[in-house]
């Protein structure tokens, strides 16, 4: 009989898939200007992977946020990093989000908490989550042209504090999604 695969252990999988995606890789101008990010898209597939349908339809990262505050459902539950981790660690489904507003942006920013122990942010001073980050690429990665005629970087694992403007404007909230 074969083994199950532990729930944290599949997210996982789903995570390196999600950041893997080269649909979901950022679009950069020629100069090296971000054009286009897709962390809604990745969020999308996510919370689907999970039974969670709450993403679907045309919505952006802030929309996305508006439905986790809002907590319609009665699914949602605004948590500590911490227990985000936690909560994905045992397969759980998770999120960082930030509004735009809230980071003075034109958009809003989503990623999905990885199933890992937090690690230290020298930008925080404190552990943070590590996210599944799909929009501004690995700045490690080079950047290579695509088919669009735009160039692309690979999205990365980073930790939150790598993924959101934490310096200037604070930490993300997180969020849990019960399927209950």
């Known amino acids: 009989m074969a083994d199950k695969k532990d729930p944290g252990d599949a997210l996982k999988d789903l995570c390196d898939a999600l950041v893997a995606d080269v649909s979901l890789q950022p679009e950069y101008s020629k100069d090296g200007r971000v054009l286009r990010t897709f962390c809604n898209f990745g969020a999308r597939k996510m919370a689907q ?3 969670c349908l709450e993403f679907n339809g045309d919505i952006n990262a802030d929309d996305m946020n508006k439905v986790m505050v809002s907590n319609k459902t009665g699914k949602w539950e605004k948590v500590s990093g911490r227990t ?22 034109a958009h809003g920013h989503i990623a999905v908490i990885r199933p890992e122990g937090m690690q230290k942010s020298l930008t925080l001073g404190h552990d943070v989550p590590i996210v599944a980050n799909i929009g501004v690429g690995d700045p490690s990665a080079p950047l290579v042209d695509t088919d669009k005629g735009t160039k692309t970087r690979k999205n990365w694992d980073c930790k939150v504090s790598q993924a959101f403007p934490c310096k200037k404007y604070g930490e993300p909230s997180y969020f849990i999604w019960r399927n209950t």
Not at 84 to 99: E, H, K
């Open 49 to 51: 992977a999970a039974g």
């Open 84 to 105: 985000a981790v936690l909560y994905a660690i045992d397969g759980g489904l998770a999120f960082a989000s930030a509004t735009g507003a809230s980071m003075k942006a």
